[in-house]
């Protein structure tokens, strides 16, 4: 997630939560091999792309809709030392899809085939092999049976789909039952196929792993391979457990002091980004409400921890 998923943050799940693969923050293709042709060593999207070893493996996620831009960031990547390229075709940003980029990828197959095949041959003149993966929507404006077959035809390794469309944006509910079916089709390519949108915890049952859904609604994960966890695991790491944990209040605490600690050493320069995740780390508690105040208005990692010593 955009503005969400930094190193640190990811350095937390992956600790915590034992994530299984984690990816970056979305960044533009474009702009990638731009600021690097310039030497802008100090623009965002250099700090959008840093990560911890403990996160391994650890996928780049890249937008855009030039091909040519996807080839040149391609290599990049592989210099810095990335598992993997994610190639998102899901953010439903207008100005973006409008463009041809992210969801709007959606649209133009021939456009998305040639981002894929770029990304890939980038790749390849590196002389790596790291897998190019998508992640998208279940269509545009309804579920698209077209775009799953797509899919199937470019033997992606790993495909994340999220339930809603584009026109959805994030309104309405994830659609679990046409995830199950695109995963049907997609699978068949020999692709893994992980299943994103309203999931609030992943735990296991009767030796099977089950996700509880927005609503309450549960369901077996055993027709995906996987599913993607973003905003619940914001302040709960412990959510991507494959089982039912609930960290005490002291464990909350530690942790967040951590985060928060862990940021200020990746992003000295900007302490104000951690305020988010700090605030989350107290929902649920029956003095957040106090607690929150003291953490937003928090200036260093020092700051966070007299707010939890007072608490």
Not at 265 to 270: C, G, V
Request: some cysteine; hydrophobic content about 35%; proline content about 4%.
């Amino acid at each position: 997630m955009d503005g969400v998923t930094d190193a640190a943050c990811r350095f937390i799940a992956k600790k915590y939560g034992m994530a299984d693969v984690t990816y970056t923050e979305f960044v533009s293709a474009e702009g990638l091999w731009r600021i690097k042709q310039r030497g802008e060593m100090t623009h965002k999207i250099w700090n959008d792309l840093k990560y911890s070893e403990s996160e391994r493996p650890v996928v780049a996620q890249l937008f855009g809709s030039d091909p040519d831009s996807f080839y040149k960031a391609a290599k990049i990547i592989v210099e810095m030392g990335f598992d993997g390229i994610d190639i998102n075709m899901g953010c439903p940003s207008p100005g973006l899809e409008k463009r041809e980029g992210g969801a709007g990828l959606m649209r133009n197959k021939d456009r998305a085939r040639a981002v894929i095949e770029a990304t890939r041959k980038g790749i390849m003149d590196s002389g790596s092999e790291i897998p190019v993966s998508v992640k998208t929507r279940v269509g545009s404006s309804e579920p698209d049976p077209d775009w799953w077959n797509f899919l199937s035809s470019m033997k992606l390794p790993a495909v994340a789909m999220h339930g809603r469309t584009f026109k959805q944006l994030y309104s309405g509910e994830a659609d679990w039952e046409s995830l199950s079916e695109a995963a049907k089709v997609i699978r068949k390519s020999g692709a893994l196929f992980l299943a994103n949108g309203d999931v609030k915890k992943l735990y296991k049952k009767e030796d099977a792993v089950w996700v509880e859904l927005a609503g309450g609604k549960t369901r077996k994960l055993d027709e995906f391979d996987g599913a993607l966890i973003g905003r619940q695991s914001l302040g709960n790491p412990w959510v991507l457990k494959k089982e039912i944990y609930e960290p005490t209040r002291e464990e909350k605490f530690k942790v967040a002091i951590e985060h928060a600690k862990k940021h200020e050493e990746l992003f000295p320069n900007n302490f104000l980004s951690v305020r988010k995740h700090l605030a989350s780390y107290v929902k649920g508690l029956p003095d957040a409400t106090e607690l929150r105040k003291k953490v937003v208005m928090a200036e260093n990692s020092m700051d966070v921890e007299e707010s939890f010593s007072d608490g």
